[in-house]
């Protein structure tokens, strides 16, 4: 699916809702096969989309595969994030923590952020 075939509702081939009666179904299917898509209008206000086959397999295929791209980002930043949490399950965690929380905190002037505190 290009860039195109993602355009912006405005942007699309148009026929009037008459048409589909003056025309009959065979007359609208005729404009969608050659541009694709057709935008349905009644009195100019937007109304319908009718697709092709291809147009509509080609607009889920690319919803799939940006859901699968999603779906990959998502379990790379899990597994991530587990890792930096699976320090939290040693055994001498809890007394770390403590440890640290016990000792004064000394900036000397400085913000400490991220890894550095």
């Known amino acids: 699916m290009n860039t195109a075939a993602l355009a912006d509702v405005d942007s699309l081939p148009r026929t009037p809702a008459s048409d589909v009666k003056k025309l009959g179904w065979r007359?609208?299917?005729r404009n969608v096969?050659?541009?694709g898509r057709v935008l349905v209008t009644n009195h100019?206000?937007?109304e319908a989309v009718i697709l092709s086959v291809a147009e509509y397999q080609a607009m889920l295929a690319a919803l799939r595969s940006k859901a699968?791209?999603?779906q990959h980002a998502l379990e790379r930043l899990r597994h991530e994030f587990d890792q930096r949490l699976a320090c939290l399950n040693a055994p001498d965690t809890g007394?770390?923590?403590d440890a640290l929380f016990a000792q004064p905190?000394?900036?000397h002037g400085k913000v400490f952020t991220g890894k550095d505190y």
């Open 68 to 70: 699968e791209r999603d």
């Open 95 to 97: 007394e770390k923590i």
């Open 27 to 29: 007359g609208v299917m």
């Open 105 to 107: 905190l000394q900036l």
């Open 44 to 46: 100019a206000q937007p």
């Open 33 to 35: 096969a050659r541009d």
